[in-house]
T-cell receptor, first 110, second 115 residues
Framework: DAKTTQPPSMDCAEGRAANLPCNHS???????VYWYRQIHSQGPQYIIH???NNETNEMASLIITEDRKSSTLILPHATLRDTAVYYC???????????FGKGTTLSVSS | EPEVTQTPSHQVTQMGQEVILRCVPI?????FYWYRQILGQKVEFLVS????????KSEIFDDQFSVERPDGSNFTLKIRSTKLEDSAMYFC?????????????FGQGTRLTVV
């Protein structure tokens, strides 16, 4: 997988937007950026993915820079239940397994 | 919403014993995976499975491990002779596409404790 770099931890106040950055400077033109999260030893949960354009779904928004070397996952109104480890993954090609790094531990507090 | 189901949720076994972890993937999915997570560590890829054969495996997936899809619904991971270091959460996942294969759905895991 293309190497990704994420901060080890972040804090966010409940109700505020959580902006989680990811650096993937070695990404190639046809590689997608995926975000997953893991809430306290539960199975990882898919959040969102994108290629070039910004994406939004019911869980989050994904902002990808024009040069595609970095992206930001945005949880617009974080809740206590969003406390989790967030993983930014760039699979090296279609048909290969997801490889998880250490991710960013997001702590949402009231 | 369809989900990946894993059984049992917790299994305790003695060192040297064989264990089989079971998973029922989402019914129309074609790609299947096993991952493990040792307590306090990151999620590690073990193996992927497609069209009744292993398509990719990691260095962790040695001869002690095997996978099988014995029927149209189950996907199993067998550990032949368990070691203490096999104690971990084991997650099964499935996806329906190769093109966007990374959109995988994970089960809630089986906690394996080897004593």
């Amino acid at each position: 997988d293309a190497k990704t770099t994420q901060p080890p931890s972040m804090d966010c106040a409940e109700g505020r937007a959580a902006n989680l950055p990811c650096n993937h400077s070695t990404i190639s033109g046809n590689e997608y950026v995926y975000w997953y999260r893991q809430i306290h030893s539960q199975g990882p949960q898919y959040i969102i993915h994108g290629l070039k354009n910004n994406e939004t779904n019911e869980m989050a928004s994904l902002i990808i820079t024009e040069d595609r070397k970095s992206s930001t996952l945005i949880l617009p109104h974080a809740t206590l239940r969003d406390t989790a480890v967030y993983y930014c993954i760039v699979p090296r090609q279609a048909g290969t397994a997801l490889i998880f790094g250490k991710g960013t531990t997001l702590s949402v507090s009231s | 919403e369809p989900e990946v189901t894993q059984t049992p949720s917790h299994q305790v076994t003695q060192m040297g014993q064989e264990v089989i972890l079971r998973c029922v993937p989402i019914s129309n999915h074609l790609y299947f995976y096993w991952y493990r997570q040792i307590l306090g560590q990151k999620v590690e890829f073990l193996v992927s499975f497609y069209n009744n054969e292993i398509s990719e495996k990691s260095e962790i997936f040695d001869d002690q491990f095997s996978v099988e899809r014995p029927d149209g619904s189950n996907f199993t991971l067998k550990i032949r002779s368990t070691k203490l270091e096999d104690s971990a959460m084991y997650f099964c996942a499935s996806s329906d596409s190769d093109r966007i294969r990374a959109e995988a759905f994970f089960g809630q895991g089986t906690r394996l404790t080897v004593v």
